[in-house]
């Protein structure tokens, strides 16, 4: 690996970092703006025009409240919690690829940090590892409440992994490939894998929702039954980073969604003109983000048992069908059997 | 002393210490940290072997699926002090022993070419070759169809086996609800 390989890496990684962050602060307007929107309401207007510098008021405020950690708590993982609640979330945007390569400097550079054969791999073994900040937090501060939030949050996740795996596994069947890049060139010409999986498609969207614990899975937090949730005892900066950790790993689970499903920055003349490609992913990119708020402003919360019967019962047998129909169609394709491919 | 090698120790001791403090430590929830950290290690360990699939589901199996299994278990029993020594007759020597065969066949298949002048069969290449996911899927599907399977249904075997163990008839559910249902309510 030459310097310059060695520079362009770390300018991606500053550049993911920065764009996840300034993409997390601005969420939070997003979401704001949007709710209020669908509930006949303003939102925050005041700061800034149409209230854009509402995100800066709210981190400035947060930084100078009070940062209390309980008596009780086991101080090490208490602080540790909110840590493991957002560096998983933003190192799995890693591998998402945002636009094909541009020629800079003279160096041509691909718009993705990593490309790897096992890249789904990698983002769901971060999914799984960001439980463990939910978790620890709900552990660590010694409070019922919390410790509820924590244990429904390890159920959640667990019940819902399975099925979101086997959702993208039948989109590796037909790619042949667990690398992004791959699945993102095979829907190259609009072939996009939503018209080829749709079942997957809706299975991965609800358990997509169902991982970043927003609405109407937002069972780790129901404010109206555990104060909090796993977050009760936390306060100021601490507090933000968990829900820094939810945005960030709403954005990347909706940037492999688009990679997956939606042709990723494949579009009209992307590949002739690679700026056309980033805007073709970001407008992709915000519509999932869109349609988690809209959810939110929609739907009441799943009752616990529904949301077991739900992951267990109907989600699991569901995918593990579709691996099994798009297995036999990948074989009757490879071997000719059909002969309409 | 080249970079590769700087960190390999460094992920060795990790690997070391926190299976370790695994051991030692009185905080289950700790211990359950401390065996996450020891995965991470180890799969870190995986990737500079040139074995990124195998690293990737190190951490997906075992960091994120079992060990979050584990800690649910753990939260849900709470700070129960275990007792420290249990008496299975002859447990202990017997550990010893089969721990000191898992070594000596360790430090066997790591050294065979010293020990026989014979190369082992996992030169570099194919290590390299090995750590593709497609190379790994031709082996286990292939080569070792028939192996692979029975571990699956001895896995199945395993987990009919804890449904039945932890399932409960439906008169002693009844038996224990009746009491509740008439009190306070």
Redesign the interface.
Known sequence: MGTADFVEIVVKSLVIIWALLTGFAYMTWFERRVIARLQSRVGPNRVGPSGLLQPLADGVKLMFKEDIVPAEA?RA?YLLAPLVAVVPAIMAFAIVPVGPSVTLFGRTIPLHLAD???AL??F??????G??GV??A??ASNNKYA?LG??RA??Q??SY?LAMGLAVLSVVMLAGS?SLVDIVNAQAGGRWFILLQPVAFLIFLVTMIAETKRAPFDLPEAEQELVAGFHTEYSGMKFALFFMGEYIAMIAISGVAVSLFLGGWRGPFAEQVPILGVLYFFVKLVAFLFFFVWLRATLPRLRYDRLMHLGWKVLLPLSLANVVVTALAVVARDTGFFGLW | MSAQFVIFGLLAVTSVATALAMIFSR?A??GV?FM?GNFAAVALLYVLLGS??L???Q??VY???IM??F??VV??MGPEPAPLWEHIPGQRPLALLFGLLLAAGLIAAVNVEELTGVPGIMSQEVLERLG??TALAQTLFERYLLPFEVTSLLLLIGMIGAVVLAKREKHELQAERAPREGGAE
């Open positions: 086991d993982l790897m054969n096992i791999l990698y769901l073994g971060l999914g799984s590892l439980v463990y978790v620890l709900g552990w410790l924590g244990l390890s159920a996740m667990i992994e667990l | 905080n929830v700790h940290l996450v990124p699939f690293a990737a589901v951490i997906l960091a994120g699926a979050v299994l800690l649910f939260m849900l593709q996911p």
